[in-house]
T-cell receptor, first 114, second 115 residues
Framework: GNSVTQMEGPVTLSEEAFLTINCTYTATGYPSLFWYVQYPGEGLQLLLKATKADDKGSNKGFEATYRKETTSFHLEKGSVQVSDSAVYFCALSERSGGYQKVTFGTGTKLQVIP | GAVVSQHPSRVICKSGTSVKIECRSLDFQATTMFWYRQFPKQSLMLMATSNEGSKATYEQGVEKDKFLINHASLTLSTLTVTSAHPEDSSFYIC???????????FGSGTRLTVV
């Protein structure tokens, strides 16, 4: 079956530091890849997505490139802010049984300190 | 954009009672909605897929008689936790996919505490 593996947290960074959260996946076909963010006490919000190999998703300064050869979708941001503190989930979506099924990673908690 | 409203955001109930959680798509029709459960410091686990007008599809290991799902209209799906026990305490999140939006819109989640 499909699976998503992302680096364990928590990750603690100083403001303006560079962020990388690793994500690798296994899938039987050609999935779409996503990063979701969950702020404390809230539901998930779509951060960015990529639907095919070599696509780059970007939003709010975050970027991730769909690397089929390494089955990876690492999340990066050049300069993090305190407001970026949240839990980040890598996910893939693939058609299964007539509908799109989403598989999530375990989440990586990011804490940015001033 | 697509918005999914989930209610209540928090609920505390006594052991043995039932709790209903609602998930509404506010500005789009959702023929399919998904219910997830999130344990502390863990990822979201898909519990079931809710299909409008038909029975829900449950993931392996999820008790369908305990977690009743009803998707009576194109904008509303409900999850009822029956005869709740403390081990059912968790964060439950629904999501829906708008046919014109490649991705999933999530509700804000419901924190269930069974005492």
């Amino acid at each position: 079956g499909n699976s998503v593996t992302q680096m364990e947290g928590p990750v603690t960074l100083s403001e303006e530091a560079f962020l990388t959260i690793n994500c690798t996946y296994t899938a039987t076909g050609y999935p779409s890849l996503f990063w979701y963010v969950q702020y404390p006490g809230e539901g998930l919000q779509l951060l960015l997505k990529a639907t095919k190999a070599d696509d780059k998703g970007s939003n709010k300064g975050f970027e991730a490139t769909y690397r089929k050869e390494t089955t990876s979708f690492h999340l990066e941001k050049g300069s993090v802010q305190v407001s970026d503190s949240a839990v980040y989930f890598c996910a893939l979506s693939e058609r299964s049984g007539g509908y799109q099924k989403v598989t999530f990673g375990t989440g990586t908690k990011l804490q940015v300190i001033p | 954009g697509a918005v999914v409203s989930q209610h209540p955001s928090r609920v505390i109930c006594k052991s043995g009672t039932s709790v209903k959680i609602e998930c509404r798509s506010l500005d789009f029709q959702a023929t399919t909605m998904f219910w997830y459960r999130q344990f502390p410091k863990q990822s979201l686990m898909l519990m079931a897929t809710s299909n409008e007008g038909s029975k829900a599809t449950y993931e392996q290991g999820v008790e369908k008689d305990k977690f009743l799902i009803n998707h009576a209209s194109l904008t509303l799906s409900t999850l009822t936790v029956t005869s709740a026990h403390p081990e059912d305490s968790s964060f439950y999140i629904c999501s829906a996919r708008d046919s014109g939006h490649y991705g999933y819109t999530f509700g804000s989640g419901t924190r269930l505490t069974v005492v």
